[in-house]
């Protein structure tokens, strides 16, 4: 396969002649590349000087641009056997990495993210045509334990190339790797879901060397009341762990809450790793426990959930324009009455009065009809009547009904994060500053770091 990248936006397709104009093919441009099936061209390509040399017209639409030959040809260049050797003396840390190449490439680097720290840039080392080796020497404070991501490029030295910062998402010379200097910590754990409201958390203790007693919290934010679920259990000498926790609690959903873990090991003095939850819920604040500043800015990702006391629906999310309304006018201290309607075509009205400061919903108790003066206990007897066929309408009555209002974020991380799990704080590399302790005991105090952490990796 022949890719073609076209440095210019302005090609709608190109024609690709090899030798001289023996061959001819007409190719589209999507994404400044195209690209053709070379496989009949092979032995041309192999044994004929004439094949060896390609031209290229570029089209805009129907009308030649540019005529040119094909300035270099670069065969696919994948990394294999990608393995790396650490070695700790003293305060200094020697890291290899080690790999093979399928392909032949030329001004390579390496790129290395530190995954728990999403805002910082990578550190780019270049490697010398040629080399499979690369070894990086430094103190150990500047390469501390924690899980890395490494990426392979190429390096264009024709083209002045603003390199993107943010952690790749392709997985083709891509590979993650771990520092560890012996320490224990969490390895390779899943969330086994079983029912509602029961998830088995299994895993590893790294570098293990007997047993250990862990306990697992699970943390979330629900109609604005703060929940945490805890069980606790032996690891095996090994470090393998199966660990259940339950929500024995009526009224409430442990999968509707779940949002973080935190993982504590109690034979290893000041240990702690919080992660986000695979497919977390979302979090339910109460709408007057969020500040206005918070409200203003709506922190990108915020919806308003509607309850009402008296059952007239069980949960009702206001549309994105409704809910931009509702939160401008709380801010603002503006009176707003927004139409809602919900169940079988149920109407009300969502109301805020500023200068009392209060929201309620006009629900609609009776309806009369305009046209036979009949009068029905609610809309939707008009409806299922005749009344829908043969009048012209209907008169509502609304009547006050208590309601409570919560805003619901929904975590969206970045994609470069899908797939692995996103560890928030750890004990190892990145510790909560003011220790842990407090926290662990105090699931109200430890939500609100958690969820500053979560949205750095939703930049």
Known sequence: MLEIYVPSDLFRYLRLYIGQYDHVKTLEINNRIASTDIKGFYDSLKTGENSKKMFIDLFNKENKVRAGCLFSIQCKWEVVNFKYTLDDTDDRRKLT???????IGRNRAIRIWKTWEPQSKPITFPIPDDDFTLSLERDRQKIPDGEYLLQFIILDPWENEVLDDSIPTVKMNTFNYTLSDGTTHIHDWKAVWRGVNQVNITGNIANATEEHMITVRIYGIYQGDTYSFVSSGQSSKGGSFNICVRNNADGIILKNIAHWIGFFLDSANGFYEYYLMPDPACLNWNFRDISAESLKNRERNFEIIMKTADGYTDSYILNPQAAQRMIESIINK???????????????????QADHDEIYLNVARGVKCCSCGKILSNQQEWFTHAHITRCKGLNTS????????????????????LNRHVLLFSSRCNPISDGYKIFMENKEQITTPLWEREKAFME
Do not use: P
């Open 97 to 103: 990495f080690l790999w093979n190449e399928k392909g």
């Open 334 to 352: 503006q009176n707003i009455q927004l139409d809602v309607t919900f169940g079988y075509k149920e109407k009300a009205k969502l109301v805020y």
């Open 398 to 417: 609304y009547s006050k009904a208590a309601i409570s209002l919560y805003i619901m974020w929904r975590s969206r991380i970045s994609k470069e994060f």
